[in-house]
């Protein structure tokens, strides 16, 4: 990957930005596709009624691509908490069944859970690691009183990875995945058999506009009986179009070969401070964490910022989140800062 990355973005050339994981900088082919978009909305007459359905098709195709998935099993909905209130609200839990979550997981894959299992009198088991493997924890906590397994494939805080393959040999599992689109659009894979969207897009015939007030019972194919409300999204679609196609241009398993040489150079540089990292086998390529003695000082955050070194804290952990745009003297750089702020022995 030869090509200088850090030119299809927007960042300053003194910004140090570690943090996608939580917000992704802006690609410049997104902002001119949400710019065109906003000029187009001005003009609505010059949308048609098919304007509705062949962006939000063309983006769920996309999506597709990237994880190699069924168009037919993609929706489109605003967000991760949004996908599993769905499916909270019609998996069947029984009283005094167990929910099973990570300790300290992300709260969009809490909340819903922990509202279904009062509703149910079932019961929340918060799994923490304790000396085993996230996998490991895991599988020693399903038993026959198990009704779901709620986990990601990596922990949020440092990127400690879960082998969703094995979790799922032995439990039904609702994965959430995180794809690079603006904030208010995500894909959604229904595992199981869910109550359909209220929205009446998603009904069948929905595109013969002068038709709708023949209503009717059925749905469009596939997931899309799953969409989101007004999911055409006129500005959002285009954009996220934008993004997904770029990130096809460049290819999935060139940008994980590029991000895990990264997350090399952090490890090698946390190892060599003697700082905590997740076990060999847990490191995700995307993103780690590294805790330092006795905890993250304030004084360290205070230098980051002077610095304009943007990392994510999360938990105990530092998590550096980098991207394409990341540079080895960027690591560099932020190693040289932390090592002034690690405790003596």
């Known amino acids: 990957m030869a090509t200088n990355y850090f030119n299809f973005f927007d960042i300053p050339g003194d910004v140090i930005y570690l943090n996608c994981a939580s917000l992704s900088p802006q690609l410049r082919s997104v902002t001119q596709a949400g710019r065109k978009a906003l000029e187009r909305k ?16 063309r983006l769920r195709a996309l999506a597709a691509r990237i994880i190699n998935a069924d168009t037919e099993g993609m929706a489109l909905i605003p967000s991760v908490s949004y996908g599993i209130s769905i499916a909270a609200t019609n998996i069947p839990v029984s009283k005094n069944q ?5 300790d300290q997981e992300y709260p969009s894959n809490y909340y819903a859970w922990a509202e279904l299992a009062r509703a149910k009198e079932a019961k929340i088991i918060t799994v923490k690691k304790e000396g085993q493997t996230w996998t ?5 906590a399903i038993d026959d009183r198990t009704a ?12 400690a990875l879960i ?3 094995e979790v799922s040999k032995k439990a039904r599992v609702l994965a959430l995945r995180w794809l690079w689109t603006p904030a208010s659009l995500w894909a959604f894979i229904p595992s199981i058999s869910l109550s359909s969207s209220p929205t009446w897009l998603t009904r069948n015939g929905s595109e013969n506009f002068a038709n709708l007030v023949n209503y009717r019972d059925d749905f469009r194919s596939g997931a899309r009986r799953f969409d989101m409300g007004e999911f055409p999204g006129f500005i959002h679609v285009p954009m996220a179009i934008a993004a997904l ?3 096809l241009e460049w290819g999935v398993p060139d940008i994980q070969a590029y991000l895990k040489s990264i997350t090399e150079k952090i490890v090698l540089n946390a190892t060599a401070l003697n700082l905590g990292l997740p076990g060999t086998t847990e490191r995700s390529d995307h ?18 910022e002077k610095a304009r070194i943007y990392v994510g804290f999360r938990g105990k952990s530092i998590r550096i989140a980098p991207y394409l745009y990341t540079k080895d003297e960027d ?11 690690i405790p003596p022995e």
């Open 98 to 102: 167990h929910i099973i979550v990570i």
């Open 287 to 304: 993103m780690i964490g590294i805790d330092l003695p006795g905890g993250v000082p304030e004084k360290l955050k205070e230098s980051y």
């Open 163 to 165: 082998d969703l393959g």
């Open 136 to 140: 490991t924890a895991i599988l020693n």
């Open 245 to 247: 196609t770029q990130v």
């Open 148 to 159: 779901l397994v709620a986990v990601p494939n990596c922990h949020w805080t440092n990127g």
């Open 331 to 341: 690591i560099y750089k932020l190693f040289e800062i932390t090592k002034h702020h």
């Open 42 to 57: 001005i003009r609505p007459w010059d949308i048609k009624s098919a304007d509705w359905f062949n962006d939000p098709e």
